[in-house]
């Protein structure tokens, strides 16, 4: 004789478990769906956080750069008078005057120097006391300056300064007649941390 008591828990069985898997499978495709349109937004995220610091690192760059290459111009600049100078007097001046100071040399503690171009050109870049003041920069004609903010001049959050001191010969003795060590150092804010890039090398007096 069959037990129908015995069929019906079975059937009930077999019935919630099948309702069971078909639960997991949505709770596993509701999680694959939340993965599949997640992942993207986070990458698009991060790689929106990241070109804004990628964009200041290269202006920084191109600063550090900049700051050399106006420096070298100072230095040319003496080194052109020295070589067109007639002789007699009075003397043209040493090949590093106004580097650090009027007259040439550098004191035994250094100097630390800002430059810059003006806002229209870049013919006779000066070194000056550092202040710790941010370039500003004219758009109108792509030149990182000093001048005031105001029409197409926009205050920037970049800060250069230029460190200069004497140079060590080989031996240990310094070198103060044939080279200056230089080091350009561009710094800025950004949303999370202060960020800065350096560049070291020697500026000598080659005619």
Same mark, same amino acid.
């Given at each position: 004789m069959i037990s129908l008591q015995k069929n019906i828990p079975t059937r009930f069985q077999k019935t919630?478990?099948?309702?069971? !898997?078909?639960?997991?499978e949505s709770l596993v495709a509701i999680s694959v769906l939340v993965l599949a349109i997640t992942g993207p937004v986070v990458l698009a995220t991060q790689s929106l956080r990241g070109i804004a610091p990628n964009r200041d690192k290269l202006v920084a760059v191109h600063l550090?750069?900049?700051?050399?290459? %106006? %420096?070298?111009?100072?230095?040319?600049?003496?080194?052109?008078?020295? @070589?067109?100078? @007639?002789p007699g007097p009075p003397d043209p001046p040493p090949w590093d005057n106004n580097i650090c100071q009027a007259g040439g040399g550098i004191p035994v503690a250094g100097c630390d120097r800002e430059i810059a171009c003006a806002r229209t050109n870049c013919d006779a870049?000066? /070194?000056?006391?550092?202040?710790?003041?941010? /370039?500003? /920069?004219?758009?109108?004609?792509? !030149?990182?300056?000093?001048?005031? @903010?105001g029409g197409t001049n926009n205050a920037t959050v970049f800060v250069r300064r230029v460190r200069l001191e004497q140079a060590p010969f080989p031996s240990g003795a310094l070198d103060t007649d044939m080279q200056i060590k230089y080091?350009?150092?561009?710094?800025?804010?950004?949303? !999370?941390?202060?960020?800065? @890039?350096?560049?070291?090398?020697? %500026?000598?007096?080659?005619r």
């Open positions: 919630h478990q099948s309702h069971g !898997f078909s639960l997991i550090m750069q900049e700051g050399y290459e %106006l %420096l070298r111009n100072v230095r040319d600049r003496n080194v052109h008078i020295i @070589v067109a100078d @007639v870049p000066s /070194l000056q006391p550092y202040t710790g003041t941010p /370039l500003n /920069l004219d758009t109108a004609t792509g !030149f990182y300056n000093y001048a005031g @903010v080091t350009i150092t561009v710094s800025w804010q950004d949303r !999370f941390s202060p960020k800065s @890039v350096q560049t070291s090398g020697y %500026l000598t007096n080659w």
